[in-house]
């Protein structure tokens, strides 16, 4: 069975930082692209970071360029957000999500393009 857990989120304060996780169960990570998502109340959901399964190729939004990183270590079947300079806009269910691709260029991060999706990690960013 095919599962994504998220894990990591919280409270921060503004300028603050958080590390997601999400770690994969039943399949091996390592021939999957794989996205971070989020949601804000009242809102689409939208692409964070995507990174594709062959060379670690990666497509970021532009709210978060400079602040965020996705990573991937495959040992531990698991993809991370590192996310820095938290604002209250950054405020959202985060969602992690997998698509089966052996691709090399970076994977669009949109939501139709994935076929497996976690539960989602709350992170709220306020003083």
């Known amino acids: 069975q095919v599962q994504l857990v998220e894990s990591g989120g919280g409270l921060v304060q503004p300028g603050g930082s958080l590390r997601l996780s999400c770690t994969a169960s039943?399949?091996?990570?390592?021939?999957?692209?794989m996205g971070w998502f989020r949601q804000a109340a009242g809102k689409k959901r939208e692409g964070v970071s995507c990174v594709s399964s062959i060379g670690d190729n990666t497509n970021i939004a532009d709210s978060v360029k400079g602040r965020f990183t996705i990573s991937r270590d495959n040992a531990k079947n698991t993809v991370y957000l590192e996310m820095n300079s938290l604002q209250p806009e950054d405020t959202a269910i985060y969602y992690c999500?997998?698509?089966?691709?052996?691709?090399?260029?970076?994977?669009?991060?949109?939501?139709?393009?994935?076929?497996?999706w976690g539960q989602g990690t709350q992170v709220t960013v306020s003083s």
């Open positions: 039943g399949f091996t990570l390592e021939h999957y692209a």
């Open positions: 999500a997998a698509r089966q691709v052996h691709l090399r260029d970076a994977p669009p991060c949109e939501t139709f393009y994935y076929e497996h």
